[in-house]
């Protein structure tokens, strides 16, 4: 079942590698339909209700009255649930694990899944006993790994701040099965 989760990104950064690297960061700007986005670029939304940029990587939407796409919110409580505990609520880092919100300011979305996979150890922030554990084998991890990467990105591009998030996108059907799928659950 790991598989299945792990095949959007695979295919995403194969697909990459014939286009040019994109910028890691331009900060959060008002998208042609007034919402917040990432540098302001125009995001198409899938059934899933996940917003992706021109160039294929997967980003926040958050509408003038602050109404976050499902995958922002998601985000924001699977960190929650699996991250904060090393790296600090809201990304804001820990004496322990750097601060994520500043992290995605210049992570490019293959470095950060690479690293949630496979861990890291010792490459400038922690200490050789700090450690950031592999996650490659964690479902309820793996299952979210975008939905991860689209909340901090929003904190980094200051498109959130650490308020708690209240108005959201519903949860669409196929993403509810996605999920099922990725977690071996039958629909
Ligand atoms: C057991 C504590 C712990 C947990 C839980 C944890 N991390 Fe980490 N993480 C670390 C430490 C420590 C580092 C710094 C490693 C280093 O640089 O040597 C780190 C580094 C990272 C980095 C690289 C940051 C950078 O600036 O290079 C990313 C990305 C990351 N973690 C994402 C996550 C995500 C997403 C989660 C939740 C799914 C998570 N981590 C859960 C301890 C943890």
Known sequence: MLAACLAA??????????????????????APDGSKTEGG????????GKYTLEDGRPTYHITND??????????YRRYHAECHVCHGPDGMGSS??????NSLKTMTYEEFTET?????????HGTAD??????????????????????????ADG???RERPSKREDKTKAYGANE???FGRPN
């Open 41 to 48: 670029q125009a995001a198409t939304k899938d059934d899933l």
């Open 9 to 30: 990104p695979v295919a995403f950064a194969q697909d990459q590698q014939a286009a040019p690297a994109p910028a890691a960061t331009t900060g959060v700007g008002t």
């Open 66 to 75: 602050g109404t976050m796409d499902w995958f922002t919110y998601s985000g």
């Open 180 to 182: 099922n799928q990725c």
């Open 159 to 161: 498109a959130l701040g």
């Open 130 to 155: 700090q450690v950031m554990p592999a996650f490659g084998q964690n479902l309820n991890v793996m299952c979210y790994l975008d939905d991860l990467y689209i909340y901090l990105k929003a904190r």
């Open 96 to 101: 322990y694990a750097p601060a994520l919100a």
């Open 116 to 124: 949630v996979v496979n861990g890291k150890q010792n490459v400038g």
